[in-house]
């Protein structure tokens, strides 16, 4: 049930990949959009792809460094601030090499950076109820976990002084100051934890596993898994997330809820399957050293989910959503 309709939203991260199936899919409900990135992993290209959108007179563009502060909301039209219901805060460094690079900016814009977001939100109560925020929280937040598939309920077994710790803790301090947000100040926040998305306008040189392994085939490399490959992962193609996150933002719910796609395959299986949409290419498979944390799995148990989001379920298959996405890749080439 819609309790909280998006009539207008701020997209924070909408250069990245799923900032911009975000703006995309409001700009399709033709309501305004307010994008905002510094480009730090994100695309131009990806930006180009809204301005061109049908409905691109919605869409309002600023390049900024979200860990400011927001001196660029004055910017935003009258009549466009009273239209805002929802600020997405998408904005994050996503992938290991590129979180790991960027670390200090991926600790703040997850903390110093969301409390901005937050108050923002807050401060469109002079247009009714203030927006909805909705924080992109992260599967990483269990660490290497000792259950599979992970509940919602299940705290984690995280490394706070180590190589990944810049992103699983600056994540699980965003929920800590959601949750706070919301106790004290009485707003119904929420977050949804990502688990694994892939699809086209990834940043194909941003080392995460799918886009990786694709980019790796188009250009007929030698494909690289990490380790045996026996550590296993489930894969979401973009429409099944974005499906999600949009009956999660419109519903009144403020607690944790996976998203993702609960069918697991190990590493090997991915980069095969990868391999068999090039079946006419001779492509080894070659190993390369165990990342440090890296986790050994990583389901989401989503009957949270289903229940509280019905009907959604992920409907795309691995198969499916890797032609889509090789298709992308080839385009792009
Ligand atoms: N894709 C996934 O599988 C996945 C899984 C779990 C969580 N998430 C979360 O979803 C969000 C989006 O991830 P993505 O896969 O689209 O990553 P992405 O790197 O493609 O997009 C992130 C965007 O945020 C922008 N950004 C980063 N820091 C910023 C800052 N300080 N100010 C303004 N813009 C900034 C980047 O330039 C980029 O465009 C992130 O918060 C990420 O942690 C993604």
Not at 48 to 72: C, G, M, Y
Not at 77 to 86: A, D, G, N, T, V
Request: proline residues 6%; hydrophobic residues 35%.
């Amino acid at each position: 049930m819609s309790v909280f309709q998006v009539k207008g939203a701020v997209v924070t991260g909408a250069a990245g990949f799923i900032g911009s199936h975000l703006c995309d899919a409001l700009l399709n409900r033709n309501v305004p959009v307010v994008a905002v990135d510094n480009f730090s992993t994100g695309m131009r290209s990806n930006i180009d792809f809204l301005t061109k959108h049908a409905n691109a007179r919605s869409l309002k563009f600023i390049e900024a460094d979200v860990i400011e502060p927001w001196q660029w909301q004055k910017s935003i039209p009258h009549e466009w601030m009273q239209k805002l219901s929802h600020v997405f805060h998408f904005a994050s460094p996503a992938s290991p090499p590129l979180y790991q690079e960027l670390a200090f900016s991926t600790l703040w814009v997850n903390s110093l950076g969301l409390k901005n977001a937050l108050e923002f939100a807050d401060s469109l109560k002079s247009t009714g109820c203030g927006a909805r925020l909705i924080f992109s929280s992260t599967s990483e937040i269990y660490g290497d976990p000792e259950v599979s598939p992970q509940p919602e309920s299940y705290w984690g077994r995280v490394n706070s002084f180590g190589i990944r710790s810049c992103y699983d803790e600056a994540k699980r301090f965003g929920e800590a100051l959601l949750f706070t947000h919301n106790w004290k100040k009485k707003t119904q926040h929420g977050l949804v934890r990502i688990f694994n998305t892939y699809g086209p306008r990834m940043n194909p040189h941003d080392g995460r596993v799918v886009i990786n392994l694709l980019k790796q085939a188009r250009d007929n490399e030698p494909l690289t898994i990490y380790g045996d490959g026996s550590q296993t992962r489930s894969f979401c193609y973009i429409d099944d997330l974005l499906d999600g996150v949009l009956r999660y933002a419109e519903s009144d719910i403020t607690e944790p809820v996976n998203l993702g796609n609960d069918v697991e395959f190990t590493i090997l299986e991915l980069a095969e399957r990868v391999r068999s949409l090039h079946a006419n290419k001779k492509l080894t498979i070659i190993r390369q050293p165990l990342p440090k944390d890296d986790p050994r799995q990583r389901r989401p148990d989503l009957s949270r989910a289903k229940q509280l989001l019905s009907p959604w379920c992920p409907k795309v298959s691995l198969p499916e959503g890797l032609r889509r996405t090789s298709e992308w890749l080839e385009q792009k080439a």
